[in-house]
């Protein structure tokens, strides 16, 4: 079953406004990850957060973690058309080990009008 | 450097017939996973490959699928009687261990079974 769940499944926003996904899991976690994904070709990774973190940014971008709701949320400031992608969600289980499998949700398209 | 690597970028089949899917991780990276993707989906977890270990093949899908590394370095994805249901984008990823739990994605070889 689906671990990562994000929303909304898409998104379209003009360019220079914030765009926002949530994320939610099931179970308990090392780690989530969020990625992004063009034109359905590979993955690049944009941010890690740890379990005991509960925000994190990196440029433009600002990821927060709620472990008591199995939540998180991925924030895009002043998008860019070039900000145009799928973004994932992955949890790296607790339990399962450092470096093992991944686990993703289905993905938010976002939009970015120019 | 160089990225995760993966061939062909793009195989087309017929139903029945044997695929090999190759994936050259970035060198030092002493952990490997394959994924799959189908049109719209999120990435569905294959199998995982750490050094030595025995690898974790819980997400391969049936028999037929198969993996192996050789060497710690490159791996091949083998499926065998493939099926139309087979019809997705193989991910491969590579990272570096050693709890460094960032995977890092090559551009994926998208396989269509007529």
């Known amino acids: 079953s689906q671990q990562g769940e994000e929303d909304p499944q898409a998104l379209s926003i003009q360019e220079g406004e914030n765009a926002t996904m949530n994320c939610s899991y099931k179970?308990?976690?090392?780690?989530l990850q969020w990625y992004r994904q063009n034109s359905g070709r590979g993955l690049v990774h944009l941010i890690l957060?740890?379990?005991?973190?509960r925000e994190k940014h990196s440029g433009r971008l600002r990821v927060t973690l709620d472990t008591s709701k199995k939540s998180s949320s991925l924030l895009i400031t002043a998008s860019r058309a070039a900000d145009t992608a799928s973004y994932f969600c992955?949890?790296?289980?607790f339990g399962t080990g450092a470096n093992s499998k991944l686990t993703f949700g289905k993905g938010i398209t976002l939009s970015v009008r120019p | 450097g160089a990225g995760v690597s993966q061939s062909p970028s793009n195989k087309v089949t017929e139903k029945g017939k044997d695929v090999e899917l190759r994936c050259d991780p970035i060198?030092?990276?002493?952990?490997l996973y394959w994924y799959r993707q189908s049109l719209g989906q999120g990435l569905e977890f294959l199998i995982y490959?750490?050094?030595?270990?025995?690898?974790?093949k819980s997400g391969l899908p049936s028999d037929r699928f198969s993996a192996e590394r050789t060497g710690g370095s490159v791996s091949t994805l083998t499926i065998q009687r493939t099926q139309q249901e087979d019809s997705a984008v193989y991910l491969c990823?590579?990272?570096?261990?050693?709890?460094?739990?960032?995977?890092?994605f090559g551009p994926g070889t998208r396989l269509l079974v007529l």
């Open positions: 990823a590579s990272s570096l261990g050693q709890d460094q739990e960032t995977q890092y």
């Open positions: 060198s030092g990276h002493t952990a």
């Open positions: 490959f750490q050094g030595n270990s025995a690898p974790d």
């Open positions: 957060i740890r379990s005991n973190e």
């Open positions: 179970t308990s976690i090392n780690n």
């Open positions: 992955a949890t790296d289980e």
